[in-house]
């Protein structure tokens, strides 16, 4: 497979516990993004990082990027309840003009 | 805020129909696109459009086509609907750097 592949495939923890995911991805990329999927919805937009950058924040997120390992990690600190959701990365690995999913992590968390 | 609007939440076919998705964005976007997604294997890209009457060919194209007559409007059609097609289907449009935006879904499924 060539898309993003993102690890835990799935993942439970405590309210306000830390939440960290990663993704992997096997060639070179422009962009990776970072979605959220509530359960039967459709997904939302998280974070995009390029290729020449490094950390990304949006709010209680944070987002890394390590081009020389191929991957990338999504913390989410302070973890609520309305954070359980399936998380999936995107890469454009294989052709800059579109994005591939990898098959999500599913973020259980506990109130 | 961009709206992406797939037509029908639930859909149930026979096998052997021909079946429409309709999916409409309210924004002048040049990219769209049909995923279908499935337990264990994520979203993967059916067909993708960049312009009026222009498509591409994802990873599954096989028993799928498309049609786009207008910026607005990106249909997916099943040709001779087969129960292997059941699944949840998204419709997406390329907001560059802000990600792609999803529809709610289309859930089919192929009796």
């Known amino acids: 497979s060539q898309q993003g592949e993102e690890d835990p495939q799935a993942l439970s923890i405590q309210e306000g516990e830390n939440a960290t995911m990663n993704c992997s991805y096997k060639?070179?990329?422009?962009?990776l993004q970072w979605y959220r999927q509530n359960s039967g919805r459709g997904l939302v937009h998280l974070i995009l990082?390029?290729?020449?950058?490094r950390e990304k924040h949006s709010g209680r997120l944070r987002v890394t990027l390590d081009t020389s390992k191929k991957s990338s990690s999504l913390l989410i600190t302070a973890s609520r309840a309305a954070d359980t959701a399936s998380y999936f990365c995107?890469?454009?690995?294989?052709?800059?003009?579109?994005?591939?999913f990898g098959s999500g992590t599913k973020l259980n968390v506990k109130p | 805020d961009v709206k992406v609007t797939q037509s029908s939440r639930y859909l149930v076919k026979r096998t052997g129909e021909k079946v429409f998705l309709e999916c409409v964005q309210d924004?002048?976007?040049?990219?769209m696109f049909w995923y279908r997604q499935d337990p264990g294997l994520g979203l993967r890209l059916i067909y993708f459009?960049?312009?009026?009457?222009?498509?591409e060919k994802g990873d599954i194209p096989e028993g799928y086509s498309v049609s786009r007559e207008k910026k607005e409007r990106f249909s997916l059609i099943l040709e001779s609907a087969s129960t292997n097609q059941t699944s949840m289907y998204l419709c997406?449009?390329?907001?560059?750097?802000?990600?792609?935006?999803f529809g709610s879904g289309t859930r089919l499924t192929v009796v």
């Open positions: 995107a890469t454009d690995e294989r052709n800059f003009n579109k994005f591939y």
């Open positions: 060639t070179s990329i422009n962009n």
């Open positions: 990082i390029r290729s020449n950058e």
């Open positions: 924004m002048d976007h040049e990219n």
């Open positions: 459009s960049y312009d009026v009457k222009m498509k």
């Open positions: 997406a449009s390329d907001r560059g750097d802000y990600g792609y935006t």
